[in-house]
């Protein structure tokens, strides 16, 4: 996770201004999972906002350089990584695959698309982390492919525990541009939100399964 520094608030605000990120503590959506939330991240906004996209790019590349140098092949997690993982991939100059939820039903049934070789460094793209199950999902077909899997980078983490715990079950590590501790410093600071709002927000991250709008 980054640092609370220029670039976090920046992205940060970025998903604000673009609704990638919506914050609704008195009309919370419902997640897959049956959870409620009073917020709901679709980062695949960013790719319709060039000046956004770019900086997003640049800052996934940076981060990659920063903490885990370069892989032979970048792998976007399907499907909120893969346009993400390609821009990155691009940048570097290197190869790229996508890892599908499942094996595809047909043909091949692939759950990795793409070329990959089994001793390559990898390092996966994505978009979003909850609870880190799909994703690390994606870290262990990698693996089980015979991949060295360098770690994770996405865009945005909710900060839950259940996450923490999976990914270090995993031995896998994680570095988000930004997270939700981030956003509600924001989200305070500019008044994007009530003081009641943001005491919902914490009590929320606290405990998302019991929390009550």
């Not at 399907?78 to 100059?93: D, H």
């Not at 990698?142 to 839950?160: D, H, P, Q, S």
């Not at 988000?176 to 709002?197: E, G, N």
Request: proline residues 4%.
């Amino acid at each position: 996770m980054y640092p609370l520094n220029d670039s976090a608030l920046q992205v940060t605000d970025f998903l604000l201004q673009i609704k990638a990120i919506k914050l609704q503590p008195n009309d919370p959506f419902t997640w897959a999972s049956g959870i409620k939330s009073p917020i709901y991240c679709d980062n695949r906004k960013i790719l319709s906002f060039p000046k956004i996209r770019t900086f997003i790019r640049q800052e996934l590349t940076k981060a990659l350089s920063n903490n885990f140098g370069k892989p032979d092949v970048i792998a976007g997690v399907a499907t909120g990584g893969i346009a993400l993982g390609a821009l990155v991939a691009q940048e570097l100059g290197v190869p790229l695959v996508y890892v599908r939820p499942s094996s595809k039903g047909h043909g091949l049934e692939n759950k990795i698309e793409g070329s990959i070789e089994s001793g390559q460094s990898v390092l996966v793209i994505e978009d979003l982390v909850s609870t880190g199950k799909s994703s690390l999902n994606a870290v262990q077909a990698l693996r089980a492919a015979g991949c060295t899997v360098k770690g994770m980078i996405a865009v945005f983490t909710y900060n839950l525990k259940e996450a923490s715990d999976n990914f270090k079950e995993s031995k896998c590590q994680l570095v988000t541009l930004t997270d939700y501790d981030i956003l509600i410093q924001k989200a305070a600071d500019t008044h994007y939100i009530s003081k009641s709002d943001i005491k919902s927000l914490k009590e929320w991250k606290n405990n998302p399964e019991g929390w009550k709008a």
